[in-house]
């Protein structure tokens, strides 16, 4: 992922799990930056192809949360961010990390 802006409206947080995860009922795009409070958003999970930074990640393999406000990227620093999926109370898989640096 390339450098976001501070405040930028529009931007996408992707995860791509590879697999066939459209049976989860719940998708939460965990946002961190390096100072402050962890933030959570609800994400999807698109049932179409997407090309992203070259790559096509397949449909319901990944979640995507577009950021909404000036308020979803409001520090200018280093950040990361994950996807947590709900299957079920028994059944809950969370992502790697990726990180990304947010310019003022």
Avoid: C, H
């Avoid at 450098?3 to 459209?22: A, H, M």
């Avoid at 449909?59 to 406000?69: G, I, P």
Wanted: charged share 20%; aromatic share 10%.
């Amino acid at each position: 992922m390339s450098d976001l802006n501070k405040g930028e409206i529009g931007q996408l947080l992707i995860i791509n799990f590879g697999e066939d995860i459209s049976a989860a009922t719940e998708a939460i795009m965990i946002v961190q930056p390096q100072v402050g409070t962890t933030k959570e958003f609800v994400a999807t999970i698109p049932n179409t192809p997407l090309v992203f930074n070259g790559e096509t990640l397949n449909a319901d393999e990944y979640v995507l949360y577009t950021t909404v406000s000036e308020e979803d990227i409001d520090y200018a620093g280093r950040w990361r961010y994950k996807a947590k999926l709900t299957f079920s109370s028994a059944d809950v898989r969370q992502s790697n990390f990726n990180k990304f640096r947010v310019l003022n």
